[in-house]
């Protein structure tokens, strides 16, 4: 019998050992709302830079951290084909030019010249004939034969003069597509250098000499030697309570145990359909010391903050909107924000009430 006393002891104070509650006490504190995002470090104005034409690279002309400006080139690539078509593009210019062409135009000139002088002869001589006609001197067949022969020089004064103006037309026609032709080449073989666009320093070089690029292909990454900003990936759930201006409170495993504050400056439009996120840029109000492109960072968006609120663990909120007094009474709560850890109470409970954490 007494051994059977004693289990019943023993098992009733394992019992309410194992139905033990914790217990706490509303705390007033300030609590934020904010939205998760990962991301990474990125130069302002960082970009890829890629060939405008295919070649083989002949020449690297910067090297990795290098501070540039825009303009400067980078890379060298093989045109010899380039150059030759540039010369040739040259020399057809300088031949089209009207000074190339003086003679021409000094041959249609003397032939102007001299069916002018034809034509002012026949005419005198026409004249000369009319009035001879007038006295009745001279044949209606002279007189034909006169004004046949001015017709004749007449047009031919004419087409000397169309052929001058043609060939004028022509060669104005010829020196301006030649020498747009020429600029063009000029403008081929400048696509032989890659240039940044950007001042900035050089962060990485993805090509070597000797190597084949295309259009298609990056050759070197290029950004703001000291401006940087963060891209961060917002879930499509969050992104309509993103706004420009926002604080972002960052981490990065580069800074163990610190937190740095920045700003959201863009919000991407266009969702990726991938990942079903969003791009979202932000600026740091104070960077860290040393950054360097693609380092990862966590950041917390905060939406809203306020202070003094009446707060209490996450856990000891029942569902439904309930939470456990210490008399085990289950009381309805109203809750405004909440947070991964904690949840604000409006109203329901005060900061005497004792409540208890439900069982597991």
């Not at 217990?23 to 960082?46: C, H, L």
């Amino acid at each position: 019998m007494r051994l059977v006393i004693l289990y019943s002891i023993a098992c009733t104070f394992i019992v309410s050992c194992s139905q033990k509650h914790e217990s706490i006490k509303p705390v007033r504190e300030n609590i934020t709302e904010s939205v998760y995002a990962s991301g990474f470090i990125k130069s302002d104005q960082q970009y890829q830079v890629f060939a405008n034409v295919s070649g083989i690279i002949t020449a690297q002309l910067v090297k990795e951290g290098d501070l540039i400006t825009k303009g400067t080139a980078i890379f060298q690539l093989e045109d010899t084909t380039a150059r030759l078509q540039a010369e040739n593009a040259r020399v057809a210019a300088q031949y089209a030019a009207r000074s190339a062409n003086t003679e021409r135009l000094q041959e249609l000139q003397i032939a102007i010249e001299q069916a002018a002088f034809q034509c002012q002869n026949d005419s005198l001589l026409l004249e000369r004939q009319r009035n001879l006609w007038a006295q009745q001197i001279g044949s209606r067949n002279t007189l034909e034969q006169r004004e046949l022969a001015y017709n004749n020089s007449h047009n031919n004064l004419r087409a000397a003069q169309l052929r001058y103006t043609s060939l004028q037309r022509q060669i104005r026609f010829q020196e301006q597509q030649s020498a747009n032709n020429w600029q063009i080449a000029k403008a081929d073989t400048r696509d032989y250098i890659v240039k940044s666009e950007v001042n900035g320093k050089v962060y990485a070089l993805l090509r070597e000499k000797g190597e084949m690029v295309t259009p298609q292909t990056p050759v070197a990454v290029i950004g703001d030697a000291a401006l940087f900003l963060l891209e961060l990936q917002v879930d499509e759930f969050d992104i309509a309570r993103v706004k420009q201006g926002l604080k972002v409170l960052i981490t990065m495993d580069s800074y163990r145990g610190q937190v740095f504050e920045a700003r959201v400056l863009t919000i991407d439009p266009f969702m990726d359909q991938r990942t079903k996120t969003f791009k979202v840029e932000a600026a740091f109000v104070k960077a860290p010391p040393v950054l360097y492109p693609n380092l990862t960072c966590e950041s917390n968006i905060i939406i809203q903050e306020k202070r003094n609120s009446l707060t209490i663990p996450a856990p000891f909120l029942l569902q439904g909107g309930y939470v456990m007094l210490l008399n085990k009474e289950k009381r309805k709560v109203s809750t405004g924000m909440k947070d991964y850890r904690k949840v604000e109470i409006l109203d329901g409970i005060t900061a005497n009430d004792v409540i208890l954490k439900p069982a597991l």
